[in-house]
């Protein structure tokens, strides 16, 4: 701090303005203005570029995670509702959109919604498509945010793999999922959904670690899962068995 009042102290030495003439002299004192916004902004622009940098050591992404809802509906096995809730806390100075990565296995492209945030489909790579969600309002450091997005889903031609996956690659607190075959008969009351954790970005062949085998709720028609606080730098798959005709048809 001192430092930096000597150095200002040394530019308005060298430009000859002393305080005892700034008000003698207008044209000085719109100098000495002029260097003092200058400074004050060379200063502003300093703090915000090394509080950024710091920031990014802690949170590469700009954001923290803190939990997140997601839900996978049918009622006849070939229209899918696909929808997440995120609630995250902002670790940048400021941000006004954010991306999120998601993998659809169907053939058809899927229509994109959301009820709290302008969404658009910005690009695809490696099979992963890139979704750019645009706040309503700026967000500060540590203001929290919740993100929504809702994606109908056209899986008429049964190609689509019966799973709901999650990244994580940062700390999160809570992840529920939630998958309801509202189409199912009795006959598919027997089911289990498996969840599965594997390594991101390891190399060699990919080995997939059972967390937790869930039962299907006869009366819900649905599997239900809560994840609190997962290990980061996993892929996270809740992964189904596709009901049959056999279990689709109506029992005698």
Not at 119 to 129: D, H, N, P, Q
Not at 156 to 177: K, Y
Not at 221 to 238: A, C, H, I, Q, W
């Amino acid at each position: 701090m001192w430092r930096w009042i000597g150095n200002l102290a040394a530019v308005l030495t060298l430009t000859g303005i002393s305080l005892s003439h700034l008000l003698e002299d207008p044209f000085k004192s719109w100098l000495a203005l002029i260097v003092f916004t200058a400074v004050g902004g060379y200063i502003a622009w300093l703090v915000y570029r090394t509080t950024e940098k710091l920031l990014k050591l802690h949170c590469q992404i700009g954001i923290m995670p803190i939990s997140t809802f997601a839900r996978w509906a049918t009622a006849d096995g070939r229209n899918i509702v696909y929808e997440v809730f995120r609630n995250i806390q902002v670790k940048r100075p400021f941000i006004k959109q954010i991306d999120h990565q998601f993998a659809w296995t169907g053939t058809k492209p899927p229509t994109v919604t959301s009820d709290l945030q302008t969404i658009k489909l910005v690009g695809t790579e490696a099979g992963a498509s890139r979704l750019r969600f645009i706040l309503p309002h700026v967000r500060v450091f540590n203001e929290t945010e919740v993100l929504h997005c809702r994606m109908d889903l056209d899986d008429s031609d049964q190609c689509a793999d019966p799973f709901l996956e999650q990244i994580v690659r940062n700390p999160i607190r809570f992840i529920s999922f939630r998958v309801e075959l509202l189409h199912v008969t009795p006959r598919y009351h027997r089911e289990q959904a498996v969840l599965t954790k594997t390594k991101l970005d390891e190399n060699g062949p990919l080995i997939a670690e059972t967390i937790a085998k869930i039962k299907f709720d006869g009366i819900t028609k649905s599997f239900e899962y809560n994840l609190t606080d997962p290990t980061p730098g996993y892929r996270y798959r809740l992964k189904w068995t596709r009901p049959t005709h056999r279990d689709l048809a109506r029992s005698k």
